[in-house]
């Protein structure tokens, strides 16, 4: 069973290990993609800039600002007694049936303000549109899609308060440190990418890894790189590290309540079936399905990726986990 806590590695990796997970050695840098036999990417290590610099003038801020929010937040006595990790969630469409996903609640604007400050400091800034970059080069068609929705739904909902302006993503999450087991049906759109980035002070050969329960994989995660996955489909866990090191981590993705209220025609799941006829549901089934069909392309082919990338084998099926 999996459980909502972070591993040891020799936990989940190695043939002794309970769970015999496939442990894929990377250092952040260079590019990998994990490729299915049909020759589909599930999969991008998209790396980090090799420049001198980057960890100076963008890791280090970035993880100022990670302390800077962790300090700002106040816990209960409960979750200081659980050792609950600290994840906050911001932007708009997480939840399918808002009336406006542009209006968040009381404590999720509370958090949207927190990461438009996050989202001020230069190194955190590099680090998104690092981000955004890599989506735009490796899977434009997902860039280009998320990007109208975007344009069309600020056209819609003019104040709307997006985490980071500057990213094509509607929300995002901060995750800083603790075990967090993010299941795959907690509001990220299935039928596209999300961007994950790594942040912290830890030696990644020893903790901080990635693991992929869905793919069988457990990924060297270093400081400072990003990955490329469609969190709506495939859960993730980290690995411990090791005493008095930090992890931190943000993940931007794209809500799916933005989605469903567009293609509703600006309505929730619940108001739509409850009042469209039954043309406008035949209709909207129809749409659905080309949208379904269009995002789908969302994910590359191993030949439309540059030809330096190193491809990584996934044949499946993953090993299967007690729920």
């Known amino acids: 069973m999996i459980e909502d806590r972070d591993y040891d590695l020799g936990e989940v990796c190695g043939p002794d290990s309970r769970f015999r997970l496939c442990l894929i050695p990377w250092g952040g840098a260079w590019p990998r993609a994990v490729v299915t036999k049909d020759k589909s990417v599930v999969l991008i290590l998209g790396g980090c800039s090799r420049g001198g610099y980057w960890k100076r003038d963008v890791i280090n801020p970035a993880n100022e600002a990670c302390e800077q929010v962790l300090a700002s937040v106040r ?8 050792k609950a990790p600290v994840v906050l969630t911001a ?14 609640a009381y404590g999720a604007l509370l958090n949207t303000l927190v990461f438009m400050q996050f989202f001020a ?14 989506l735009e080069l490796y899977c434009y068609a997902a860039f280009v899609g998320l990007e109208t929705q975007k344009e069309q ?41 999300s961007i994950l980035v790594a942040l912290g002070n830890f030696v990644p050969r020893l903790g901080g890894h990635i693991i992929l329960w869905d793919l069988g994989f457990v ?16 859960r993730y866990s980290f690995v ?5 090191k930090t992890r931190y981590s943000v993940v931007q993705f794209a809500g799916s309540g933005v989605t469903r209220w567009l293609q509703n025609g600006r309505r ?12 406008q549901h035949q209709a909207h089934e129809a749409r659905r399905e080309l949208a379904q069909d269009a995002l789908l392309n969302a994910f590359p082919l191993s030949s439309e990726l540059p ?16 729920e």
């Open 307 to 322: 030809e330096d990338f190193v491809r990584v084998p996934f044949y499946g099926p993953p090993p299967q986990f007690d």
């Open 75 to 82: 816990q209960s006595a409960e979750e200081i007694a659980a």
């Open 268 to 279: 929730t799941d619940i108001d739509f079936s409850a009042n469209a006829s039954r043309e």
């Open 219 to 234: 990924v060297s995660f270093p400081p400072g790189s990003c990955i490329l996955l469609p969190t709506g489909l495939i």
């Open 121 to 134: 400091v230069y190194g955190v800034r590099r680090l998104i549109g690092y981000g955004n970059r890599l």
């Open 91 to 104: 932007g708009v469409g997480e939840h399918f049936n808002q009336e406006r996903p542009a209006r968040p």
């Open 153 to 193: 739904f600020l056209e819609l909902q003019p104040d709307v308060l997006y985490p980071c302006p500057s990213s094509v993503f509607s929300a995002a999450t901060l995750e800083l440190g603790g075990p967090h087991l993010r299941a795959t049906n907690s509001g990220h759109e299935p039928t596209t990418w």
């Open 240 to 244: 411990k590290v090791r005493e008095g």
